[in-house]
């Protein structure tokens, strides 16, 4: 298996998909009643947490090679 690099922002992301995931599973399943405009703002919300903790881990990590004096590992963590 190759290594990659950690991103939390996609397992913030993936979390708040799960987590809509379980809310409309248990409304399917009677455990209770969602009603379908509740589950927007809980992935809006998910899908912002996410964006700011991608852009966070970005500054982060172009801090933390500055530092180190390699400004061109600066850039590596853009690729897809």
Known sequence: MLRH???PGRLV?????ALAGIVYAGDAGGLWET??????PMVVGGLCLAGATGVLTRYLRRRRATRRGTPAEAGADTAT
Do not use: L, M, N, T
């Open 5 to 7: 690099e950690f991103r």
């Open 13 to 17: 992301a993936g979390a708040a998909f």
């Open 35 to 40: 009603p379908w405009f509740a589950v927007i």
